[in-house]
């Protein structure tokens, strides 16, 4: 079982900037696979972006190509999400999510691909 504690969400305004934080409690990822995703009030939760185990592979929404970055640091066993340039309609939970244990690096896009979840972090940006 791996927990997964998201950090960094806040209420900012347009245009601003956040790095959300996610590491697992207690154990290594290094081995997992990462993606964000998020939840806007009212809509299904949707990909933002992911990044393979060895940092090779990188893929995003279209909705956040250009302002958004993914990264991890397995030393510091964390993924960052950097949001730059940020938008009223990106007001949602984020969520970061692991695969199961795996040598593969890849970048899956879909929810049902990951097995691990965590709580989520509140970004609320107003206009």
């Known amino acids: 079982q791996v927990q997964l504690v998201e950090s960094g969400g806040g209420l900012v305004q347009a245009g601003d900037s956040l790095r959300l934080s996610c590491a697992p409690r207690g154990r290594s990822f290094s081995a997992y696979n990462i993606g964000w995703f998020r939840q806007a009030p009212g809509k299904e939760r949707e990909f933002v972006a992911s990044i393979s185990r060895g940092s090779t592979l990188t893929v995003y929404a279209d909705s956040v190509k250009g302002r958004g970055t993914i990264s991890r640091d397995n030393t510091q066993n964390t993924v960052y999400l950097q949001m730059n340039s940020l938008k009223p309609e990106d007001t949602a939970v984020y969520y970061c999510?692991?695969?199961?244990?795996?040598?593969?690096?890849?970048?899956?896009?879909?929810?049902?691909?990951?097995?691990?979840w965590g709580q989520g972090t509140q970004v609320t940006v107003s206009s």
């Open positions: 999510a692991a695969d199961g244990p795996t040598v593969l690096g890849r970048t899956p896009q879909r929810s049902n691909e990951y097995r691990y």
